[in-house]
């Protein structure tokens, strides 16, 4: 495997288009089969006065992300207050903007479907952060959330590397989702029955998972666990320098964030129903693996 192999360069510059026709129709193809869209050239610019919030300084002790919830407006992870604050959201807020922008006039097919969700700023170096095995997206995993079932759904994120100081982030990306589920799939524990009745009676998720949630975190548990898969993988490195942002599948995509720091991501959900070649989801792919309906 070889970074063409994982990833297609297209050089937009601009947030807000146009984008040619040809252009949209391979960078849904490509995105959908399972490949990082990569925009070297694609640069969101903070502002003067956004510049000092540009440093892990600003995040509260026990988080290494901080979070922005479009729905109810509530800045997470955090320490700042009063304008400082305000400023950190609004600079946020622009690029949850202009990635909403970009990513309708990349893909106006996705574009009465987008369901924009969480906004995360990540000041901090990859490196430097305590974790778990589960937690440690430096192993490479495809993307669940405990708390969030999705049902189905797909998670499309937008990276912008804004380092100030110019450092790259580098990811690793795996092997076709399909051959990862291949073998995982065949080992992975079945859930305890009634365990997502109890978990949405309790509170502890919005709303029920499926049988496809509880499989996407079964398989992102057990790709970061597996010491020897994580070593011997097939895998790309890939270096994402500042000034550029990508966009990717990151339920499809096996990815591991290995190094860098002052990152902004805007999350996105699609139905599969918005999908060019639906066959390619990894609820299509699992449902062909096991053989029966997972939502
Ligand atoms: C991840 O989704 O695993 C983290 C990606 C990043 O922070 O670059
Ligand atoms: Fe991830």
Do not use: C
């Not at 207050?81 to 946020?92: K, N, Q, T, V, Y």
């Not at 893909?107 to 901090?124: D, I, K």
């Not at 590397?161 to 073998?183: K, L, M, S, Y």
Request: charged share 25%; net charge positive.
């Amino acid at each position: 495997m070889n970074a063409s192999d994982v990833m297609e360069t297209l050089t937009i510059a601009r947030w807000d288009g146009p984008v040619p026709a040809d252009w949209q129709r391979r960078a849904r193809a490509s995105l959908e089969a399972g490949r990082v869209l990569f925009f070297p050239a694609l640069a969101f610019r903070p502002a003067p006065d956004e510049r000092p919030l540009l440093s892990p300084a600003v995040l509260d002790n026990t988080r290494k992300n901080i979070s922005l919830d479009p729905s109810t407006g509530r800045l997470g992870g955090t320490s700042l207050a009063g304008s400082e604050r305000e400023r950190l959201a609004a600079m946020m807020t622009r690029f949850a903007t202009a990635a909403t922008g970009f990513l309708r006039a990349l893909a106006p097919g996705y574009a009465a479907h987008l369901e924009p969700a969480r906004t995360s700023f990540r000041p901090a170096e990859i490196d430097d952060r305590p974790t778990s095995p589960r937690q440690d997206d430096r192993r490479l995993h495809v993307d669940a959330f405990p708390t969030r079932p999705l049902q189905g759904r797909r998670i499309l994120r937008l990276f912008s590397n804004i380092a100030p100081d110019g450092t790259a982030r580098h990811w690793r990306v795996g092997e076709p989702f399909a051959d990862f589920a291949d073998a995982f799939v065949p080992r992975l524990r079945p859930a305890l029955p009634g365990s997502a009745t109890l978990l949405a009676a309790l509170g502890l998720t919005k709303g029920r998972r499926s049988a496809y949630d509880e499989m996407m975190l079964r398989l992102h548990d057990a790709a970061k666990r597996d010491g020897d898969y994580q070593s011997r993988a097939p895998q790309v490195a890939l270096e994402l320098p500042a000034g550029s942002s990508w966009l990717v599948y990151t339920d499809l995509v096996l990815h591991a964030a290995v190094r860098g720091h002052t990152a902004l991501e805007q999350t996105f959900y699609l139905p599969l129903s918005a999908m060019a070649d639906p066959e390619h989801a990894p609820l299509r792919v699992l449902e062909r693996l096991t053989g029966r309906a997972l939502v």
